[in-house]
């Protein structure tokens, strides 16, 4: 698919993300530092973009947090009175399970080309101010503000929903993170459609150097 080709009005609102400069002066200055501490530990940096599992470590981690929210939230839908301990219970796990898997996802932003830097800092901020949220609602339910837990964490579930839409679009449109970096560059004698339309320089929203 080509820019072009774009019909969904989604699509080309990331799209749009993707050509904007308006978070390059934040990229900028964040980057580098990211870039030069992974640098400076390369075994840790290894283990971030998952060179161990031979396969990019952040997407498998996401579905962790993702998947003990949502649980939390079909509790708190369905479950009644009686559920709310364990919808607590999985909101405070999904709160620890988002830490590794946001460190890995910083990895990976740092090493990635231009365009996946812009779409990953909205994708980054959205998620961020979800887990925000969802630590406010297991403090409310903590202190015995339960509906008012179940509106936050509702909130947040519609923050995060959008921060994995723009997770699709960096893998499946944009290539990200660069293969390189978990193990072969690629197996493929031919590239994916969209390796080949976001070009080989890292500027570009290429893959990166390794």
């Given at each position: 698919?080509?820019?072009?080709?774009?019909r969904s009005?989604?699509l080309?609102?990331v799209?749009?993300?993707?050509?904007?400069?308006?978070?390059?002066?934040?990229?900028?200055?964040?980057?580098?530092?990211?870039?030069?501490?992974?640098?400076?530990?390369?075994?840790?940096?290894?283990?971030?973009?998952?060179?161990p599992?031979?396969?990019?470590?952040?997407?498998?981690?996401?579905?962790?947090?993702?998947g003990?929210?949502?649980?939390?939230?079909?509790?708190?839908?369905t479950?009644?009175p009686?559920?709310?301990?364990?919808?607590?219970?999985?909101?405070?796990?999904?709160?620890?399970?988002?830490l590794?898997?946001?460190?890995?996802?910083?990895?990976?932003w740092?090493?990635?080309?231009?365009?996946?830097r812009?779409?990953?800092?909205?994708?980054?901020?959205?998620?961020?101010?979800?887990?925000?949220?969802?630590?406010?609602?297991?403090?409310?339910?903590?202190?015995?503000?339960?509906?008012?837990?179940?509106?936050?964490?509702?909130?947040?579930?519609?923050l995060?929903?959008?921060?994995?839409y723009l997770?699709?679009?960096?893998?499946?449109?944009?290539?990200?993170?660069?293969?390189?970096?978990?193990?072969?560059?690629?197996?493929?004698?031919?590239?994916?459609?969209?390796?080949?339309?976001?070009?080989?320089?890292?500027?570009?929203?290429?893959?990166?150097?390794?």
């Amino acid at each position: 698919m080509t820019r072009t080709d774009d019909r969904s009005a989604a699509l080309r609102a990331v799209r749009s993300l993707e050509d904007s400069p308006a978070l390059d002066p934040v990229i900028e200055r964040v980057r580098p530092v990211v870039a030069d501490l992974l640098a400076r530990r390369p075994d840790v940096a290894a283990l971030l973009h998952g060179r161990p599992l031979g396969h990019a470590l952040h997407p498998v981690l996401t579905d962790v947090p993702i998947g003990l929210w949502s649980s939390a939230v079909v509790l708190d839908v369905t479950g009644g009175p009686s559920a709310r301990p364990h919808s607590e219970r999985l909101i405070g796990m999904g709160i620890l399970a988002a830490l590794p898997t946001a460190l890995t996802g910083l990895a990976d932003w740092a090493v990635s080309g231009r365009r996946t830097r812009r779409v990953g800092s909205a994708h980054a901020a959205l998620n961020s101010v979800g887990l925000g949220l969802f630590t406010a609602s297991w403090v409310l339910r903590r202190r015995g503000a339960h509906t008012w837990g179940v509106a936050a964490s509702l909130a947040a579930t519609g923050l995060v929903g959008a921060g994995g839409y723009l997770g699709g679009h960096m893998t499946s449109r944009l290539g990200a993170p660069p293969r390189g970096l978990s193990g072969p560059p690629t197996t493929r004698p031919t590239p994916d459609a969209d390796e080949v339309e976001v070009g080989a320089a890292p500027e570009d929203g290429g893959p990166a150097a390794v």
